[in-house]
């Protein structure tokens, strides 16, 4: 085995120089034909590396018989319960990896047999997703490609590929409505509309070479690689322990799965509380989550008040820039205030909207003096024209006198 | 009794100041000064607006130079200080923000009606000339002092006219670098300008506005001269007839300072930060409007020359050719090249007027 991939990668840089195989398949029609087209884009390509590196065989021959011989190393059509092994036989190589992507992982083949497509090849499953069901075979590109399958923006949609399609996931016992729910969701909002790559994609939270759903227990965990405070609050919170116990998965039972929608103030109370799918109405969880939501509303209220009459200020001429910017640390509050709502604690969040509160009542005073000292202005201005008209008067009353004496100017 | 004694204490006074200054010289100087009234007297009170202005200038900016702090790091804070700590320091900044427009307007009126009242005729061409240069300070004042306050639009707008300057062939690019300081706008460029502002042009402009006035007292008011022709212009005299018509031009224009400053305070922007990208919709100061929209249509090259090289000495060369009219006015025979005269100005103003408004819209 190891004398075939040394002959393997001796034949790399041949390849670059001289490749029999993509000669005759580009010559050849259909299927024959379509490795060798679409190899052209392929990294591998890029990086010298031809049909004979995978396949093996001699590309420098161009009798068939020679260049497809077994004797050469030829294998073929690789099986898909082979392809994770032929793939790991570059990018488990460390060394071999560091001439092209120094920084790249080389542990991809060892998460795969943890990930659930690994274990279902591994048991025969030729179904199982091996690496050619995500990357491609014959046109791979570098994940950061936009064309590539496996570029954030697209990732969901090969992901779907296989889990919206009801025939295949049917024999798992799979429900297919993961992409469509995850499209709905905040997270494809904003990795589609707002173009942020970091917004989270099924990988994400998923895993990619090692992909598995999440198990209940670490849901938390998973959400709390970007929603790191978030995570720190609810395991300090009562819903933790009792989640835990009731088998559910942590975030998830409010959020929702897939279908994560933009938080709001309205989950605690009223017609889209989330609460009171647990808490019924008039419970003591039903009026903290009402408290919390009121106090959150009031700041809210407050600033965008405080905000109004700033604008107002600033639009007469006025200079508010610091109570603007203070309007700042009031928004960092009311931000704090809705994360202190996953400690399920009233006094935790009380903390943030009483200080909230006291920036709003200060930027409010300060956008009323703004305008009180604008009236004073126009008031001083009022005064000093009706003083400069006088001025003007005396001075045309004394040209007239002056001019009386002297008529004829 | 003691009426009496104050009397002869003050002829006493008088006497003392007599001897020593010379005063009853000015006074009979001033006695016997007459100006010409005719329809067009009252675009003669626009000169007196534009040296009010300027002298309200002056007052404003000392106050100013009192909080302000030329670096990059305090000139934006001190100015907001200016208008949020110190008494009244809004409306003395305001003002002298408001001044500043209104005095590049005013001395562009007095120019134009001077140049219409034919008042560049021999032997006034020093005054024209001195009036062009003092026209030319006003814009240099206005250039550098928009960059004192140290915000985005300041920022980026000197960035612009700075990048203009160093398009000027030959001597551009050492212009440019010696008006920043260095090959960017920054730190250095905002304490040359302030230096530019508060000393070098106001020295420079007293020393001329000095000349300038000095000349139209020595050689009066001028009359048209298709009023001059008709000869026994009625004439007013300047103390106290003019002098309180002007006082009442004055008193005018420091009610419409005083509205715009109160009603429109001159806003402060946000502070400049040389590695943001330049905000859309950048432009100078409203009397460089015409300029920039001019090179902006330009094509980018005008023979062997970039556009903007061909611009700026087409631009130098009108603004000689206008500053040259006292040589080019009145033909050698005495008579004036009145369509010549006319047509240059017309087009002048229209062009200044219209290619500033589209350069404000576009």
């Keep these: 085995m190891s004398v075939s991939l040394t002959v393997l990668l001796m034949l790399a840089p041949a390849a670059a120089s001289r490749d029999t195989c993509r000669d005759c398949h580009a010559a050849l029609e259909g299927p024959l034909a379509k490795p060798a087209v679409e190899f052209a884009r392929d990294v591998h390509a890029h990086s010298g590396f031809g049909c004979a590196s995978c396949h093996g065989g001699d590309p420098t021959q161009e009798d068939p018989a020679l260049s497809m011989s077994r004797a050469r190393g030829f294998v073929g059509k690789i099986v898909r319960t082979a392809v994770p092994r032929a793939c790991a036989r570059c990018h488990n190589d460390a060394s071999l990896m560091h001439k092209f992507k120094p920084q790249q992982r080389v542990d991809q083949l060892t998460q795969y047999l943890t990930s659930i497509h690994g274990k279902r090849l591994a048991q025969g499953d030729t179904a199982g997703a091996t690496c050619t069901d995500c990357h491609g075979a014959h046109g791979i590109l570098e994940v950061r490609n936009p064309q590539?399958?496996?570029?954030?923006l697209r990732l969901p949609a090969t992901c779907g590929r296989c889990h919206a399609d009801t025939r295949l996931m049917a024999r798992y016992g799979l429900a297919t409505n993961q992409l469509a729910e995850y499209q709905a969701s905040f997270h494809w909002e904003a990795l589609s509309q707002r173009r942020d790559l970091s917004a989270p994609g099924c990988a994400t939270c998923h895993g990619n070479h090692g992909a598995t759903p999440p198990e209940v227990s670490s849901v938390a965990a998973v959400c709390g690689t970007c929603h790191a405070l978030l995570e720190e609050l609810f395991r300090k919170s009562v819903h933790q322990p009792l989640f835990a116990t009731m088998q559910r998965g942590g975030c998830s039972v409010c959020h929702g799965h897939h279908k994560v929608e933009r938080t709001s103030v309205d989950m605690l109370d009223g017609q889209k509380s989330v609460c009171a799918g647990c808490h019924e109405p008039g419970s003591p969880g039903a009026r903290l989550a009402a408290e919390m939501g009121r106090r959150i509303r009031e700041l809210r209220s407050a600033l965008d008040r405080s905000d109004q009459i700033l604008a107002r200020a600033a639009r007469d001429g006025m200079e508010v820039s610091e109570a603007v910017l203070r309007q700042q640390e009031g928004r960092e509050a009311l931000v704090r205030a809705r994360v202190a709502v996953h400690t399920a604690n009233l006094e935790e969040v009380l903390a943030w909207t009483k200080q909230g509160m006291a920036v709003a009542h200060a930027t409010w005073q300060a956008g009323q003096e703004a305008l009180r000292e604008r009236d004073r202005r126009r008031m001083g201005l009022g005064?000093?024209?009706?003083?400069?008209?006088?001025?003007?008067?005396g001075l045309w009353l004394k040209l007239r006198s002056v001019e009386a004496s002297r008529p004829g100017l | 009794m003691e009426r009496a004694m104050a009397v002869q204490a003050a002829r006493r006074w008088q006497g003392w100041l007599e001897e020593r200054l010379g005063w009853d010289?000015?006074?009979?100087?001033?006695?016997?000064?007459?100006v010409p009234v005719h329809s067009g007297t009252a675009w003669y009170y626009f000169g007196g607006i534009t040296l009010f202005l300027f002298g309200i200038q002056v007052a404003t900016g000392i106050l100013l130079l009192l909080y302000y702090r030329p670096t990059a790091t305090e000139a934006y804070e001190s100015v907001q200080f200016i208008l949020t700590r110190v008494e009244f320091g809004w409306l003395i900044r305001s003002i002298h923000s408001w001044s500043a427009n209104l005095m590049v307007l005013t001395a562009f009126i007095h120019m134009f009606s001077v140049a219409f009242l034919r008042g560049w005729r021999r032997p006034r061409e020093l005054t024209w000339l001195s009036g062009i240069l003092l026209l030319g300070l006003t814009l240099a004042f206005g250039f550098s002092g928009y960059l004192l306050p140290w915000n985005t639009t300041a920022y980026f707008a000197t960035k612009v006219g700075t990048d203009l300057v160093g398009s000027v062939p030959l001597a551009g690019p050492a212009l440019a670098r010696f008006l920043?300081?260095?090959?960017?706008?920054?730190?250095?460029?905002?304490?040359?300008?302030f230096g530019f502002h508060v000393a070098v042009l106001p020295a420079l402009t007293t020393a001329l506005l000095g000349l300038h006035l000095a000349l139209v007292q020595r050689f009066g008011i001028s009359t048209p001269p298709w009023l001059e022709s008709r000869g026994d212009v009625?004439?007013?005299p300047f103390v106290p007839n003019f002098l309180l018509r002007e006082l009442m031009a004055w008193y005018?224009?420091?009610?419409?300072?005083?509205?715009?400053?109160?009603?429109f305070p001159w806003p402060l922007g946000e502070k400049a930060d040389p590695f943001a990208p330049?905000?859309?919709?950048?432009?100078?100061?409203?009397?460089?409007l015409a300029a920039f929209y001019t090179l902006k249509l330009l094509p980018s090259h005008i023979w062997v020359l970039e556009s903007e090289q061909a611009g700026l000495i087409g631009l130098g060369l009108l603004a000689l050719w206008?500053?040259?009219?006292p040589f080019w006015g009145v033909r050698p025979d005495g008579h004036e090249r009145t369509r010549l005269l006319t047509g240059t100005g017309v087009l002048l103003i229209a062009w200044l007027s219209t290619f500033s408004v589209l350069g404000y819209f576009k």
Excluded at chain 2, 253 to 263: I, P
């Design chain 2, 180 to 193: 920043r300081g260095g090959d960017e706008v920054t730190g250095a460029t905002l304490t040359r300008f």
């Design chain 1, 383 to 393: 005064v000093s024209l009706c003083a400069i008209a006088l001025a003007i008067a």
């Design chain 2, 322 to 325: 206008w500053a040259a009219l």
């Design chain 2, 25 to 34: 010289r000015v006074r009979m100087f001033l006695a016997h000064k007459e």
């Design chain 2, 252 to 263: 005018l224009a420091l009610g419409v300072l005083g509205m715009l400053a109160a009603l």
């Design chain 2, 278 to 288: 330049a905000p859309a919709g950048i432009r100078p100061e409203w009397y460089f």
């Design chain 1, 148 to 152: 590539a399958p496996t570029h954030p």
């Design chain 2, 234 to 236: 009625p004439q007013m």
